[in-house]
T-cell receptor, first 115, second 114 residues
Framework: AQKVTQAQTEISVVEKEDVTLDCVYE???????LFWYKQPPSGELVFLIR??????QNEISGRYSWNFQKSTSSFNFTITASQVVDSAVYFC????????????FGKGTRLHILP | KAGVTQTPRYLIKTRGQQVTLSCSPI?????VSWYQQTPGQGLQFLFE???????NKGNFPGRFSGRQFSNSRSEMNVSTLELGDSALYLC?????????????FGQGTRLTVV
């Protein structure tokens, strides 16, 4: 069965600190996608990144970086120099490569950035 | 380019009633997916429509149904509402030719069943 676990339910850090959100997944598929989404208070999910299971290169986008480790089935997300605007719920998700494959979301991590 | 539009934003219904939620995808997008978000269960996939056909379905009872029109707009219907159906219902659209995960989400419809 497919499963995504985000063990951290809620995290609070002071602005400018770095913070890492953990994501561990389970799948029997050999090829798959992993995703991260941000859900601000307004409610919509904002797509942040998609990672193909073929590609274990880490990715950096501004203050955001992602560490994909297939050996430990983890896809962690780090925000450096956090800002108050980063406060949101963050979801990790797992999906198939086919366009009609559904995706499985983790329960989310609520991140509070304190000024 | 307009984003994904969901209407209404908020809804209060009584147990046993039925409800219809609407989703207008981004222009040109042919795939619409629906998700239910609750504090206890998190985000759960309901179904996906592509070109007016249901392409995938989650594990929800038959009280939850949907459809997609020729203009790609989609509606979701829940019949015989239960208290546990109270949730944020999110709609997501994408072109349909890419992974369903690379989607644009609406702001959701918050349904409260009393």
């Amino acid at each position: 069965a497919q499963k995504v676990t985000q063990a951290q339910t809620e995290i609070s850090v002071v602005e400018k600190e770095d913070v890492t959100l953990d994501c561990v997944y389970e799948t029997r598929d050999t090829t798959y996608y992993l995703f991260w989404y941000k859900q601000p208070p307004s409610g919509e999910l904002v797509f942040l990144i998609r990672r193909n299971s073929f590609d274990e290169q880490n990715e950096i986008s501004g203050r955001y970086s992602w560490n994909f480790q297939k050996s430990t089935s983890s896809f962690n997300f780090t925000i450096t120099a956090s800002q108050v605007v980063d406060s949101a719920v963050y979801f990790c998700a797992l999906g198939g490569l086919n366009r009609d494959d559904k995706i499985i979301f983790g329960k989310g991590t609520r991140l509070h950035i304190l000024p | 380019k307009a984003g994904v539009t969901q209407t209404p934003r908020y809804l209060i219904k009584t147990r046993g009633q039925q409800v219809t939620l609407s989703c207008s995808p981004i222009s040109g997008h042919r795939s619409v997916s629906w998700y239910q978000q609750t504090p206890g269960q998190g985000l759960q996939f309901l179904f996906e429509y592509f070109s007016e056909t249901q392409r995938n379905k989650g594990n929800f009872p038959g009280r939850f149904s949907g459809r997609q029109f020729s203009n790609s707009r989609s509606e979701m219907n829940v019949s015989t509402l239960e208290l546990g159906d109270s949730a944020l219902y999110l709609c997501a659209s994408n072109q349909g030719t890419r992974s369903v995960g690379e989607a644009f989400f609406g702001q959701g419809t918050r349904l409260t069943v009393v």
